[in-house]
């Protein structure tokens, strides 16, 4: 008898995905067929030039946006087509989402921050305030709960955002430039941060960015030139030191 080891689990599945944006009377072809395999557990960064497609990318496979063509599976689900209110359950339930800018609300505390999201859910599985807690304990906020932002760095703030993010337990996290409003310092704090819920949950973490160095700690790196991926060992010498230069 045959032992077969378990292959991962593919949570994000892209094929030909294609983003066309009208421009005036032209059209920006955004992205440019891509197919891209992300398995359950990775840290993946995407990086590229400005204007190669990884927002627009992170946007798509968020459902924040459709395709002009092509397919994305989020956890062996098609959303390319999927109606808004479902799309909206597959958001609230699957997927988490980190930006530049924190964008918590500054009258509430850091606790009522990521409780926020598990008052809003349909399917509620956690009690608010102690998942909330939990959370921020985990992210090495445990003294700063009863802060409002404005009390609160910004390397702390955005470690709020990433909790909130936490709220409802997505298997998937998605970051868009998660450091570049941060000093490297602060910075270095966000990583060490998903890099330790990537630890403790198994959460899949997908980032978004112009740091090279931030994207050395992903278990894969994947590169976007154009809108198309490209193996970045097979770009010319000049095109590896544009990207270098971001």
């Known amino acids: 008898m045959t032992n077969h080891a378990q292959q991962p689990r593919v949570i994000i599945r892209t094929r030909g995905l294609t983003k066309d944006l009208p421009l005036g009377k032209t059209v920006v072809h955004a992205l440019r067929g891509v197919d891209m395999d992300i398995y359950s557990g990775e840290i993946v960064g995407i990086v590229g030039p400005s204007g190669s497609g990884k927002s627009t990318l992170l946007g798509l496979i968020g459902g924040l946006d459709k395709p002009s063509r092509g397919s994305i599976e989020i956890d062996g689900v098609d959303i390319s087509r999927m109606g808004e209110d479902r799309l909206t359950e597959i958001r609230n339930e699957k997927i988490g989402f980190i930006f530049q800018f924190f964008n918590l609300i500054p009258t509430l505390t850091a606790l009522e921050n990521v409780a926020l999201p598990i008052q809003f859910a349909r399917k509620a599985r956690f009690s608010p305030d102690k998942r909330a807690r939990e959370l921020l304990q985990l992210l090495g906020l445990k003294d700063r709960m009863h802060h409002r932002p404005s009390e609160l760095s910004g390397g702390q703030q955005q470690r709020v955002a990433i909790a909130r993010a936490l709220a409802n337990n997505p298997p998937l996290l998605l970051a868009d430039e998660p450091t570049g409003n ?27 960015t112009h740091d090279l160095d931030l994207a050395k700690h992903a278990d894969r790196v994947l590169t976007l030139v154009d809108g198309k991926m490209v193996d970045a060992t097979a770009l010319s010498t000049s095109e590896q030191q544009r990207i270098a230069a971001l």
Do not use: K, P
């Not at 998903?194 to 980032?207: K, P």
């Open 182 to 208: 941060l000093d490297r310092e602060s910075g270095a704090m966000v990583l060490a941060a998903l890099e330790d819920i990537r630890r403790e949950t198994g959460t899949t973490i997908v980032i978004v």
